[in-house]
Nanobody, 122 residues
Framework: QVQLVESGGGLVQAGGSLRLLCSAS????????MAWIRQAPGKEREFVAA????????RYADSVQGRFTISRDNAKNTVYLQMNFLKPEDTADYYC???????????????WGQGTQVTVSS
């Protein structure tokens, strides 16, 4: 089992930045691929970014490529999502998730946090 806790969400103006954090704990949590997945009101969950266990590979959704950066520090059991040039359409609940393999489908991840809310005002 892996436990995940997100933090860092909030309200920001369009064009601004936020950094989300995901603290992981549990058995071999540093061995998992980690992802950020978001869900806007009334919409399905959407893949945002993912990173493999040793941070040698990453994936991004086209909608955030070049604006968001995912990283991890296994010594601190923490995954980050640096979000720059935020847009109103980035408004959503952001979830941290852990899975066995690096993937870009929400269903590929087995463990989920409770989410943190991000609101981008225009």
């Amino acid at each position: 089992q892996v436990q995940l806790v997100e933090s860092g969400g909030g309200l920001v103006q369009a064009g601004g930045s936020l950094r989300l954090l995901c603290s992981a704990s549990g058995h071999r949590s540093s061995n998992y691929a980690m992802a950020w997945i978001r869900q806007a009101p009334g919409k399905e969950r959407e893949f945002v970014a993912a990173i493999n266990w040793d941070a040698t590979r990453t994936r991004y959704a086209d909608s955030v490529q070049g604006r968001f950066t995912i990283s991890r520090d296994n010594a601190k059991n923490t995954v980050y999502l640096q979000m720059n040039f935020l847009k109103p359409e980035d408004t959503a609940d952001y979830y941290c998730a852990a899975g066995v393999l690096l993937a870009d489908g929400p269903r590929d991840y087995n463990f989920w946090g409770q989410g943190t809310q991000v609101t981008v005002s225009s």
